[in-house]
């Protein structure tokens, strides 16, 4: 294992994967992309170095790496940060990993741990807690991962991520626009989200019907005095039927129509807006009001969130 000593110290920069070295280790593993996993594998240099200038590591940085597969990206990234945790599901890929660290980037072999789990459930982590979030995420789960480790792992401070450009467009959606909705306003919840940036299909192996996009958080501190699951319970009512006023949609929420805009307007909130139109303080708000003015559910009226992270 790299000592502390050595674990900021420059390294021989590694030897990147290529498409064709990619394809060779999947056939010597017998390996073939699933699509139930979402794997679309990086094969081009320029983008994961690319991928991790704009992740900003500095040699003190632990970073949390989600699916790096075959390791086109993991590479790179030991050569920035002084550790990665690489969280990998597919077994053979996380096997392979720690041997193709050791082939192209020996002296960094001692940066990287290998965890052979599902990232959007796990929980325990090896060592030092990751600093950073760097990963090709894949297409179906990008949003629960996200809202996962940034609700388990407190330690991750920022973070650049590749999804699929139209997942890209909602995570960052403003108030108001089209594409904002319930990822939207949780993932704003534990971070300022922004876009950073585009990525072509053709850099994948195999090639994606879409476009990829770029984003880049920045944790901050959530509304004072909100709680997390009460505020994504009313997150997930406001938008189960996003036409719908915010006094109709959260009606079964609040256990009525007249009790829901009671809330709202205890909130400072139009009953007449739609979910759309708000903010995840304003929903934060919401949520207080709700705790003060409805403290105990009414026969039937279920207040959690589907989905916490």
Do not use: C
């Amino acid at each position: 294992m790299e000592d502390e000593a050595g674990a900021g110290a420059p390294q021989p920069e590694p030897r990147l994967l290529g498409p064709g070295e990619v394809r060779r280790i999947a056939a010597r593993l017998g390996v073939r992309p699933s699509k139930r996993l979402g794997q679309n594998f990086v094969t081009d240099a320029g983008t994961v170095r690319r991928i991790t200038a704009l992740a900003g590591l500095d040699a003190s940085d632990v970073v949390l790496e989600v699916g790096p597969g075959f390791g086109s990206l993991t590479l790179p990234l030991l050569a920035a940060a002084r550790r990665v945790v690489a969280v990998e599901v597919d077994p053979a890929l996380a096997a392979e990993l720690p041997r193709t660290v050791a082939a192209h980037a020996p002296a960094l072999a001692g940066r990287l741990a290998v965890v052979t789990a599902d990232a959007a459930r796990v929980r325990d982590l090896p060592g030092e807690p990751p600093t950073v979030l760097a990963a090709n995420l894949p297409y179906s789960s990008a949003v629960p991962i996200m809202l996962h480790l940034l609700a388990t792992v407190p330690t991750l401070r920022r973070g650049l991520v590749m999804v699929q450009a139209e997942v890209a467009d909602r995570m960052t959606a403003p108030p108001g626009s089209r594409t904002y909705g319930v990822p939207s306003v949780k993932l704003a919840w534990f971070a300022e989200v922004r876009k950073a940036g585009q990525v072509p299909r053709t850099v994948f192996w195999p090639a994606p019907m879409v476009d990829s996009g770029l984003v880049a958080f920045t944790r901050r501190d959530p509304p004072p005095g909100a709680d997390r699951t009460e505020v994504f319970a009313v997150v997930d009512a406001a938008f189960a039927q996003r036409r719908k006023t915010l006094r109709a949609a959260l009606a079964p929420w609040a256990g009525s129509a007249a009790a829901a805009e009671h809330v709202l307007r205890k909130a400072a909130v139009d009953p007449a807006l739609r979910g759309e139109s708000l903010g995840v303080a304003d929903f934060a708000r919401i949520a207080l009001a709700g705790r003060e003015m409805l403290p105990v559910p009414p026969p039937g009226v279920d207040r959690r969130p589907r989905t916490i992270g």
